[in-house]
């Protein structure tokens, strides 16, 4: 049972273009919801995370939209960078106990200069 | 300040043995998480640790088990290994169970 849809699956952006990662969610009770980024031979780093109080959050290049009517949520990389070329995950975590997250598939970026 | 720290890094093992790894959490971090990566199945959560007792646990057979020491170093076990197990084994820390986690570079499992 997939509780975290991720699309795309992989992504080709041009160097100074937006990366747009999609997320959907089924269990409303999730209240955590951190992105994930992941290099080659290294465990997932919080990129950024958001609740459901809050519409976007910013954090330099990387934005999360957050629209919970539709229970979706999104990672944007404005400029991305040959560096950006990651796995990123997105994830969900219930009240209480934010160490047991569920995981999206992954989404594998490539940023071509 | 040292990250997480995974025990061994690379392990090959033949079906039917069992096999231990071992987290070291961050220092003053309380709460130790354990998950399974695989390329079909992603990251799926195993369990939970926190003050030495299991808090959460995902769907994962019992032939994979964990424990957390006094110290907040943990192990976690499989026995009766299955080719299905081949795995990257992620261990996340967090100070407590409010927090974000810190993932380790992972125990790279091979079964034969």
């Known amino acids: 049972q997939q509780q975290v849809k991720q699309s795309p699956q992989s992504l080709i952006v041009q160097k100074g273009g937006i990366s747009i990662i999609n997320c959907a969610y089924e269990?409303?009770?999730?209240?955590?919801f951190p992105w994930y980024q992941q290099f080659p031979g290294k465990g997932p780093a919080l990129l950024i995370a958001?609740?459901?109080?809050?519409s976007e959050k910013k954090e330099g290049r990387f934005t999360i939209s957050f629209n919970k009517s539709a229970k979706q949520f999104s990672l944007h990389i404005m400029d991305s960078q040959p560096g950006d070329s990651a796995t990123y995950f997105c994830a969900a975590g219930l009240p209480g106990g934010y160490q047991k997250v569920t995981f999206g598939i992954g989404t594998k970026l490539q940023v071509i200069p | 300040k040292a990250g997480v720290t995974q025990t061994p890094r690379y392990l090959i093992k033949t079906r039917g043995q069992q096999v231990t790894l071992s987290c070291s959490p961050i220092s003053g971090h309380r709460s130790v998480s354990w998950y399974q990566q695989t390329p079909g199945q992603g990251l799926q959560f195993l369990f939970e640790y926190f003050s030495e007792t299991q808090r959460n646990k995902g769907n994962f057979p019992g032939r994979f088990s964990g424990r957390q020491f006094s110290n907040s170093r943990s192990e976690m076990n499989v026995s009766t290994l299955e080719l299905g197990d081949s795995a990257l084994y992620l261990c996340a820390s967090s100070l407590d169970r409010a927090n974000e986690q810190f993932f380790g570079p992972g125990t790279r499992l091979t079964v034969l």
């Open positions: 269990n409303t009770a999730f209240d955590y």
């Open positions: 958001i609740r459901p109080d809050v």
